[in-house]
C-alpha cells in the first residue's frame, strides 16, 4: 500500500508539473543523458528515503548567479523534500553581511552595529579570504551572529558553523527555530549547513554571481572542503558567464574537466550531474552607459553548452541539457513573452525559476524514482 501512495504521490506531481508546461518546452528531451554513469546505488538511497527508513541523502548544488538567489534551488529543494522527506535547509551563507543577494527563506544578522571585511568570489580585490562558500564575512569586532531559516520544517538541531577558523558544530536536544553564536573580531564567516535531525533529503547550494567553473579553482582547498557536505549527489551548473567571458574554448573546458575531477578524489562516493545553460542574450552596448535597447543572441551559450555535453560524455557524468528543454534556439524570446526571463535577458525571474526546477524535477526522478528497498 505504501509504494501505491508512493507512486501516486510521484505521477500527481509530474502532473502537476506538466500541466503548467509551455508549448515551447521541449518536453520529449527532458531527460538526464546518463553518459554511462550508474545511479543504482543513489536510486536505492532515495528509496529507502520514500520508504520512511531512518536514513539522510545529502545534495550539494553548485554555481552561478542563477543559484546565488536559490530561486530554482529552492523550488527543486521543497519538491524533492516533499517527496523523499525534509531533513532540514542545508547550507545558508552570509552573503547579505558579505554585501550582496540573499535568498528569502533565511535570515543571518549580527550584532546591530556590527561592521565587516565584506568578500565575495568575482569582487576584487578580496578583503578577506573567501571560503567554501565563496564569500567571507569577517568582523571588525566581536559579535554575536543569528541564523534563522523561515520555512515550516527548517528548525535545527544541528549545525556547522562554517569560518576561518574551522568548522564548529552544535547540536540541541530539542530542534530550535534559530540559533546564535559568537563570532570573534578577525574570525570570517563563511556559512552554516543546518539540518533538523529527521530522515530525509538535504539539498545545499553554493552560488556566486558571475562565477565560472574556474573561479571555484581559486578558493583554496574548495573541492576538499566540499567534503563538509558529505555529498550523494553533486550538481554542477554553471556556463553563461563563460559564454560572456573572453575565455577559450581550452580553457573552459579544462577548467571544468580539472574542478570535476578534483570533486571526484575528494567524493568519492557522490554521483555527479552537469546542467547547460539556456539561451540567453546580450545587450549591444554590454559593458558600458548608456545601455543600448537592442540585442543579440549570446550565441557562445550554445558552444558552451556544447562543451558541457561533451564533457559529460567523455568523463562519464549525466548532463540535463537545459539548452534543449528549454526549446533551443531561440528560446529566449519565447521565455522573455512568457515573462518568465528578467529584462536583463540573461536570468530568469522566480515563475521562470520554478518551472526550471519543475523540469529538473521530472528528469531527475526518472532515475531516482523509488524501487525495490532491499
Not at 197 to 215: C, E, H, M, R, W
Not at 348 to 366: H, M, T, W
Request: proline share 5%; net charge neutral.
Amino acid at each position: 500500500m505504501k509504494s501505491l501512495s508512493i507512486l501516486l504521490a510521484a505521477v500527481a506531481l509530474s502532473l502537476s508539473a506538466s500541466a503548467q508546461t509551455p508549448q515551447y518546452i521541449n518536453t520529449g528531451a527532458n531527460h538526464l543523458t546518463m553518459n554511462g554513469a550508474d545511479w543504482s546505488a543513489l536510486s536505492a538511497k532515495m528509496a529507502r528515503l520514500a520508504a520512511g527508513q531512518d536514513t539522510v541523502v545529502r545534495v550539494l548544488h553548485i554555481g552561478d548567479s542563477h543559484i546565488q538567489a536559490e530561486f530554482v534551488t529552492n523550488e527543486l529543494r521543497r519538491l524533492l523534500q516533499q517527496q523523499y522527506g525534509n531533513a532540514g535547509r542545508g547550507l545558508v551563507s552570509p552573503l547579505r553581511l558579505a554585501g550582496t543577494n540573499q535568498p528569502h527563506d533565511y535570515a543571518i544578522t549580527a550584532t546591530p552595529g556590527t561592521t565587516f571585511r565584506q568578500t565575495r568570489l568575482l569582487k576584487h580585490p578580496w578583503q578577506a579570504k573567501p571560503g567554501l562558500t565563496g564569500i567571507a564575512a569577517e568582523p571588525k569586532t566581536d559579535t554575536r551572529v543569528t541564523f534563522t531559516p523561515k520555512i515550516a520544517g527548517h528548525n535545527i538541531a544541528s549545525a556547522k558553523i562554517l569560518t576561518a577558523e574551522g568548522v564548529k558544530k552544535l547540536g540541541f536536544a530539542t530542534p530550535v527555530d534559530s540559533l546564535t553564536t559568537d563570532l570573534q573580531a578577525g574570525n570570517a564567516l563563511y556559512g552554516a549547513i543546518l539540518e533538523n535531525g529527521k530522515p530525509g533529503l538535504v539539498y545545499s547550494a553554493i552560488g556566486n554571481n558571475g562565477a565560472t567553473f574556474n573561479d571555484y579553482l581559486l578558493i583554496d582547498s574548495f573541492p576538499a572542503q566540499t567534503r563538509i557536505f558529505q555529498p550523494a549527489l553533486i550538481v554542477l551548473s554553471m556556463g553563461t558567464n563563460e559564454a560572456f567571458s573572453h575565455m577559450t574554448d581550452k580553457e573552459i573546458e579544462g577548467s571544468a574537466r580539472t574542478l570535476i575531477a578534483l570533486l571526484r578524489r575528494f567524493n568519492p562516493d557522490a554521483e555527479m550531474l552537469l546542467l547547460a545553460p539556456m539561451e540567453c542574450q546580450k545587450n549591444r552596448n554590454h559593458g558600458y552607459r548608456p545601455l543600448s535597447s537592442e540585442y543579440d543572441i549570446l550565441a557562445r551559450n550554445a558552444d558552451v553548452a556544447d562543451i558541457i555535453k561533451r564533457i559529460g560524455a567523455d568523463m562519464h557524468v549525466p548532463v540535463w541539457d537545459f539548452y534543449t528543454v528549454a526549446g533551443g534556439d531561440g528560446a529566449s524570446a519565447h521565455w522573455l513573452d512568457d515573462k518568465l526571463m528578467n529584462r536583463d535577458r540573461i536570468h530568469l525571474v522566480k515563475p521562470g525559476y520554478e518551472l526550471e526546477a519543475r523540469l529538473l524535477f521530472d528528469a531527475l526522478q526518472e532515475q531516482l524514482a523509488p524501487r525495490s528497498v532491499k
